[in-house]
């Protein structure tokens, strides 16, 4: 996906999709195209977005300024639901 090779962390990140996958397609009639391993990355950083919003919100109703690791554990049980 050209949009990947724009930015050179999402480059990175569709590379560690890209080997990840791979290495687990073991059998060699099963494949996965590079269009397959940027649709994950898409849905990967969407994740990661949705994550971070939802956590500064929580941090937010806390009135911190800092997101933590205690923010990011009350917001996955219902993350984990709206992304099965």
Avoid: Y
Wanted: glycine share 2%; proline share 5%; net charge negative.
């Amino acid at each position: 996906m050209s949009s990947n090779s724009d930015d050179p962390i999402l480059s990175k990140v569709f590379t560690c999709f890209d080997h990840a996958l791979k290495s687990k397609l073991v059998n060699p009639k099963n494949k996965i195209t590079d269009d397959a391993v940027g649709l994950i990355s898409e849905v990967a950083k969407v994740l990661v977005i949705e994550a971070v919003g939802r956590a500064a919100q929580q941090a937010n109703l806390e009135n911190k300024k800092k997101i933590n690791l205690d923010h990011v554990e009350i917001i996955l049980p219902q993350l984990m639901l709206d992304f099965p």
